[in-house]
C-alpha cells in the first residue's frame, strides 16, 4: 500500500521485468526495495521545460522519502517544474549481488527510463537534473560523475549525464574523517578496498564534462561534514564548471527544505539559479 502522503499523477516501477543486479526474490527486503518512480506534473503551463530527478536520504539504511522527496517535488511543482521521486535499493548483500553499485545502477535506470518515455510519461521537459539529499545526495553525485561508466544496460545510447545537479547537504567523499561512516559502511563497507574509496569519492571523479550544479549545507552540520560540499565546490572550480553554494551557518542536518534555525530560503534561491540554468 502507498503511504498516504503520495499525490503524485503517476506511479511507475522502474523494472517492469527483472530487476539487475539482483538475488533473493522471495525475501522481505527484496520486495521491500522494488524500485518505483513518483512522476509529478505541474499544473501550470510548462514554459520552463525542466525536470528534476529527486533521490532523498536516509544514510542507504531508508529512505527520508517524504521531507527529502515528495514534498520537493510537489514545491517544483507548484513553481511550473516537472518532477519526478526515485525509491532506489537500498544497498544490501542479502538482495544484491554487488550492492555497492545497486543505488547507482537505479539512478541511471531512472534517467535513462525518464529520457526514453518522456512522451509516455506526460513529460515535456528539454533539461532533467538530479536532486538528492545526504546519501541522496552522494547518489546524486555519483549519477553526476559517473555517467559514462556502465552500470546498466544502455544498448540504445540514451544519454545518462544530468543537465544539472542539486546536492543538499550531501554525503561527496567516501574518505575517513570527511566521509559519512553510516553511509560508507552501508554502501561500501564493512570489508571496502582502497580502490572502492577512491571509486565513490566522488569530488575525485569531476571532470571537465560534470553538469553545472548547486549545492547547500549547513557549517554546523554534525552528520555530513559541510567538507564534503566544499571538496565538490573546489573540484568544480578547477575546471570552470558553474556552480552555487548556499551556507547555512546553522541548521544541522536533514532539514529538508525548511531550516528552522535560520531566516534564509535555499529553496527559493535554488529556483532562482535554476531559472537560469
Request: net charge neutral; no cysteine; proline share 5%.
Amino acid at each position: 500500500m502507498l503511504p498516504f502522503f503520495v499525490t503524485a499523477q503517476d506511479i511507475r516501477l522502474l523494472y517492469p521485468d527483472e530487476i539487475p543486479n539482483s538475488t533473493n526474490p522471495t525475501s522481505e527486503k527484496y520486495k521491500a526495495n522494488i524500485p518505483e518512480i513518483y512522476i509529478y506534473k505541474s499544473a501550470q503551463d510548462l514554459k520552463k521545460k525542466k525536470a528534476v530527478l529527486i533521490l532523498p536520504g536516509g544514510g542507504y539504511a531508508g529512505l527520508a522519502i517524504k521531507h527529502e522527496g515528495h514534498d520537493v517535488a510537489k514545491a517544483l511543482a507548484d513553481k511550473g517544474y516537472e518532477a519526478i521521486v526515485l525509491k532506489y535499493r537500498l544497498p544490501s548483500d542479502e538482495i544484491m549481488i554487488d550492492k555497492r553499485i545497486g543505488p547507482i545502477q537505479d539512478a541511471q535506470n531512472a534517467l535513462k527510463y525518464i529520457r526514453k518515455h518522456k512522451k509516455d510519461l506526460g513529460l515535456t521537459f528539454d533539461k532533467i537534473g538530479v536532486a538528492g539529499f545526504s546519501a541522496g545526495g552522494h547518489l546524486a553525485s555519483t549519477l553526476s560523475t559517473h555517467f559514462d561508466k556502465k552500470y546498466i544496460d544502455n544498448s540504445t545510447n540514451t544519454s545518462l549525464r544530468p543537465d544539472f545537479s542539486v546536492l543538499l547537504y550531501p554525503v561527496i567523499s567516501m574518505e575517513v574523517g570527511v566521509t559519512h561512516e553510516g553511509s560508507k559502511n552501508n554502501l561500501i563497507g564493512p570489508d571496502y578496498r582502497d580502490e572502492d574509496i577512491l571509486r565513490f569519492s566522488n569530488h575525485l571523479q569531476v571532470n571537465k564534462d560534470t553538469p553545472p550544479a548547486y549545492l547547500m549545507h549547513a557549517k554546523d552540520d554534525q552528520g555530513v561534514k559541510i567538507l564534503n560540499s566544499e571538496l565538490y565546490i573546489e573540484a568544480l572550480n578547477k575546471y570552470g564548471i558553474k556552480n552555487k553554494f548556499y551556507i547555512y551557518e546553522k541548521g544541522g542536518h536533514g532539514f529538508g527544505m525548511n531550516n528552522k534555525q535560520e531566516e534564509g530560503d535555499w529553496f527559493a534561491d535554488f529556483i532562482t539559479w535554476l531559472e537560469k540554468i
